[in-house]
């Protein structure tokens, strides 16, 4: 009979574990099943700069692929998570606060505020970190707002 109730306890757990790993697949973003075209999300806080990754340093976490450029980075990584990953699921910050819509990132465009990687849409022209930082307090409440009602 234990036996019995571990076996469905490890399906209950495994099941809510695959749900929650599925839906941060359907609503983060993701080039090649990786997280941030393949950036190191460490490397923003350490180097101040976009650093891309290697397969060699691959973590899975949550269901989200990251790469790193150093071993140091992943392990700093494997050790806190929740710090290095992008907010928003690494979609454009302003335009989630904007119009709670998903738009692509440019992972050279980034800002670090209160210790969180926020990630922003920079082409043609159109960099919206500028955008963003003429009204961050407003966006950043709007932003948080509208990724709850998508996450």
């Not at 080039?31 to 460490?42: K, P, T």
Request: glycine share 6%.
């Amino acid at each position: 009979m234990k036996q019995l109730v571990i076996f469905f306890l490890f399906i209950f757990f495994t099941t809510v574990v695959f749900a929650q790993d599925q839906k941060r697949l359907n609503h983060f973003n993701l080039e090649n099943n990786l997280a941030v075209q393949g950036f190191d999300v460490v490397s923003y806080f350490t180097e101040n700069r976009a650093i891309k990754g290697s397969p060699a340093n691959t973590v899975l976490y949550q269901g989200i692929k990251y790469q790193f450029a150093t071993v140091a980075n992943k392990e700093a990584f494997k050790k806190n998570p929740a710090k290095f990953e992008p907010q928003y699921g690494g979609w454009c910050a302003y335009a989630m606060g904007a119009s709670a819509e998903k738009v692509e990132i440019d992972p050279g465009t980034f800002k670090i505020a209160e210790g969180k990687l926020y990630l922003f849409y920079n082409r043609l022209f159109n960099n919206t970190l500028t955008k963003w930082n003429k009204d961050e307090t407003n966006l950043k409440l709007k932003a948080d707002a509208n990724w709850k009602k998508i996450f």
